[in-house]
């Protein structure tokens, strides 16, 4: 016995001696096996890049959603008081049915199906169904108490806005690839364009662990931190985009057209400030997604009829072949075999070019052709823009075609038929009008910014594509459009705004359908291409209603002067372009009352024509917005933080961002319901509140009578320079 177990003990004290001194126990490093058994590794998810508008306001971003496990296997519930393991397979597929989409049979099989096929299967997912669920879904599951469900924590792409230039900024969902990794995937627009710049890269943390998963003491954390997707900062602006989109709400449910478009840009820059269409779609539910995933102002080609006429007078003037008052007889023109007639067949009878500008004749165009020449009329074409993609920071461009093979051709090109076009080329072919003869390069996406870094990576700046025409070709023409709009026998007369001054082309464009061009009672696509203030536009605004709905007696323009003249008048005011025959006025320096009593700045501020709002008891001025030295207009609002309870002002009329300077100065829970400027407050004027009172206030942008009564200090110092 003492030889037999003397042995043994010498051979297990070799073993270990030579284990010790190799580190090695057959063949393999003990070292690394033990790293490989008690090593971890925790993902830290990145984020997808947000995509804002030009002054930071949120268009889509990465946000908290759940992910919906069961769990099958009983070892969950071993040593545990509380069942963790589905027990009733029945009732859980019934609960979960009522809250996820999937039936219950399916759930049923789920869970059935996979504990078929291997007994020991710890928990099953439900792919689509069980994924991006809401926080309000997880707490009604969780009401059921059902044993073996969890949630995960899981992240979802979120569009707050609902229907909000939805097929420019497209969407993107979670997918699943092969090896069963879930990652976001842009699938349309500029989701899909720049899903490799929004794409982040996923970080993570190694470090040692019990058999439990706890982390061993003194153990070494390595750390590998996300890199966050890039943000997209756009040329859009929310409060201009919800004009558009509320003025093609109203006109699709009063119409019904088959399409629409609007697209709204800086004359001076070509930045894009709206785009949308109809039918349009919720980006986060793909509810009303159609068989129709092209961008039609970018996309898509259209004749778009005597909208075209501007750029056909436009070079006539520069060629100096332009007599306004000169005459000729409408109503029909014959080239070679080929007659073209006016919207009356008959005519005016013998009228002068403006007029026949004025009533969009075709026959004028005609005339003007023949003193212009049609070959040098499509060289001016070409300069404008068309024929060739515009270079749009856009995906899948068209170019439109312009005929240039007959005389008929480029006679009829001359008032927009035949020859096709897109949107975003009547937008900058329009700049050079609307800014003395320089044409601006349209664009949406003014930065995109590395949020790891702060750093930004690309950015873009105004910058001109020709300058097809003079300046002072281009005040003739804005003159002349003008004239469309306030003549009495002008096809622009719905187009006319209350408080500034319009110029624009009307169109009225056959549409091509199986080689032949519709016909009847609104079946063509209507359109108006203005700019306003006349004299200097600062903005631009394209629209076009394909074959609405028209009741008895209405033309064409009327749903289109609907969107029209709602987008561009609220838009103006949005903007604090002075109303035509408004005198400007020069701001008043504001001083820094911090420091200072609240009663004497309160008495300064009145004197001054300013409104103060005291937040707080009253007493030592701690905080003002806006700050000294800030240029304000008579009338606006000046907030005073003092210490003590607040007492709530009226609200009404206030602007989002007016609002949310008050909830930084006072601290308050104040919670914003939309856009625009105040109509509604959960807690009325005169109620004293402290920090765990929440109040929410309701903004709907302007109408086209609403002025708001007070403006944003940034906005009034705008005015008055």
């Known amino acids: 016995m003492f030889v037999v177990y003397g042995g043994l003990f010498f051979l297990l004290f070799g073993r270990l001696l030579f284990i010790q001194i190799t580190g090695q126990a057959e063949g393999r490093v003990m070292a690394t096996l033990a790293e490989a058994k008690y090593a971890r590794e925790s993902i830290l998810k990145a984020d997808r890049g947000t995509i804002v508008d030009r002054n930071g306001e949120l268009i889509a971003s990465d946000t908290l959603s759940y992910k919906l496990i069961a769990v099958l296997n009983e070892k969950a519930s071993k040593d545990s008081k509380k069942l963790r393991h589905v027990v009733d397979y029945e009732k859980t597929a019934e609960v979960l049915a009522e809250h996820i989409p999937l039936e219950k049979e399916k759930i049923l099989s789920i869970m059935t199906d996979a504990k078929a096929a291997n007994a020991d299967v710890y928990q099953v997912e439900f792919g689509k169904a069980g994924r991006?669920?809401?926080?309000?879904?997880?707490?009604?599951?969780?009401?059921q108490e059902?044993?073996?469900?969890?949630?995960?924590?899981?992240?979802?792409?979120?569009?707050?806005?609902?229907?909000?230039?939805?097929?420019?900024?497209?969407?993107?969902?979670?997918?699943?690839?092969?090896?069963?990794?879930?990652m976001t995937v842009g699938k349309m627009g500029l989701e899909k364009t720049y899903n490799d710049e929004l794409n982040g890269t996923d970080g993570k943390v190694n470090f040692e662990s019990d058999r439990w998963g706890f982390i061993l003491p003194n153990s070494k954390k390595m750390i590998t931190p996300a890199q966050h997707g890039h943000q997209i900062e756009?040329?859009?602006?929310?409060?201009?985009?919800?004009?558009?989109?509320?003025?093609?709400?109203?006109?699709?449910k009063e119409y019904s057209p088959k399409k629409m478009m609007v697209i709204v840009a800086n004359p001076k820059t070509g930045e894009i400030l709206a785009m949308s269409q109809r039918p349009s779609f919720h980006p986060g539910t793909r509810e009303g997604?159609?068989?129709n995933w092209l961008n039609e102002a970018i996309e898509q080609t259209i004749e778009p009829g005597s909208t075209t006429k501007m750029f056909t007078l436009a070079a006539a003037i520069e060629e100096k072949k332009w007599d306004p008052g000169a005459y000729y007889k409408s109503g029909q023109y014959t080239v070679y075999d080929r007659t073209i007639r006016d919207v009356v067949r008959q005519g005016w009878g013998t009228i002068t070019f403006l007029e026949g500008f004025q009533r969009s004749s075709n026959v004028a165009m005609a005339y003007l052709l023949e003193r212009l020449g049609d070959k040098k009329f499509i060289e001016y074409m070409h300069s404008f823009g068309f024929g060739k993609k515009v270079g749009i920071d856009l995906p899948n461009e068209a170019s439109g075609i312009i005929l240039d093979r007959y005389p008929s051709e480029r006679l009829t090109t001359a008032y927009g038929q035949g020859s096709t076009v897109t949107p975003i080329q009547m937008i900058q072919a329009a700049t050079a009008i609307a800014n003395d003869g320089v044409m601006m390069k349209p664009y949406v996406i003014r930065s995109i910014t590395d949020p790891n870094t702060g750093k930004i990576v690309q950015s873009r700046k105004p910058e001109k594509s020709g300058t097809p025409i003079s300046a002072e070709t281009a005040k003739q023409v804005r003159e002349i459009l003008a004239s469309t709009v306030t003549s009495d026998i002008g096809t622009g007369r719905p187009f006319a705004l209350q408080e500034y001054s319009v110029g624009g082309k009307t169109g009225t464009a056959e549409i091509s359908s199986g080689g032949r061009y519709l016909s009847g009672n609104g079946n063509y696509l209507y359109s108006f291409l203005g700019m306003a203030p006349i004299e200097d536009p600062q903005l631009l605004t394209y629209v076009y209603v394909q074959q609405p709905r028209l009741g008895d007696g209405e033309?064409?323009?009327?749903?289109?002067s609907e969107v029209f003249n709602s987008v561009m008048e609220s838009s103006l005011k949005y903007l604090n372009i002075v109303p035509?025959?408004?005198?400007?006025?020069?701001?008043?320096?504001?001083?820094?009352?911090i420091g200072k009593e609240s009663a004497s700045a309160v008495a300064t501020l009145q004197e001054e024509g300013f409104v103060p709002v005291v937040i707080g008891e009253g007493g030592i001025v701690k905080g003002q917005y806006p700050e000294g030295s800030s240029g304000l207009g008579k009338g606006s609002?000046?907030?005073?933080?003092?210490?003590?309870?607040?007492?709530?002002?009226?609200?009404?009329?206030?602007?989002?961002?007016?609002v949310f300077s008050f909830t930084l100065l006072s601290g308050l829970d104040i919670r914003m319901n939309g856009d625009g400027y105040v109509i509604e407050q959960s807690l009325s004027q005169g109620t004293v509140v402290g920090p765990e009172d929440p109040l929410v206030i309701h903004l709907q942008p302007p109408s086209e009578q609403y002025k708001p009564k007070e403006e944003q200090a940034e906005e009034e110092t705008i005015i008055g320079g």
Do not use: C
């Open 555 to 560: 033309y064409g323009s009327k749903p289109v």
């Open 580 to 593: 035509e025959g408004e005198t400007t006025v020069e701001p008043t320096a504001l001083p820094s009352f």
């Open 132 to 143: 991006d669920v809401s926080h309000e879904t997880v707490m009604a599951i969780r009401e």
């Open 146 to 182: 059902l044993p073996g469900i969890l949630f995960i924590e899981d992240k979802k792409r979120f569009y707050p806005n609902g229907v909000f230039a939805s097929y420019l900024v497209g969407f993107a969902t979670r997918e699943e690839d092969k090896d069963k990794n879930v």
């Open 289 to 291: 997604l159609t068989e």
């Open 637 to 658: 609002l000046v907030l005073l933080k003092t210490d003590g309870s607040t007492t709530l002002p009226d609200f009404t009329g206030w602007s989002k961002k007016m």
């Open 234 to 252: 756009l040329t859009l602006d929310k409060t201009i985009q919800n004009f558009v989109e509320d003025a093609l709400n109203r006109v699709e």
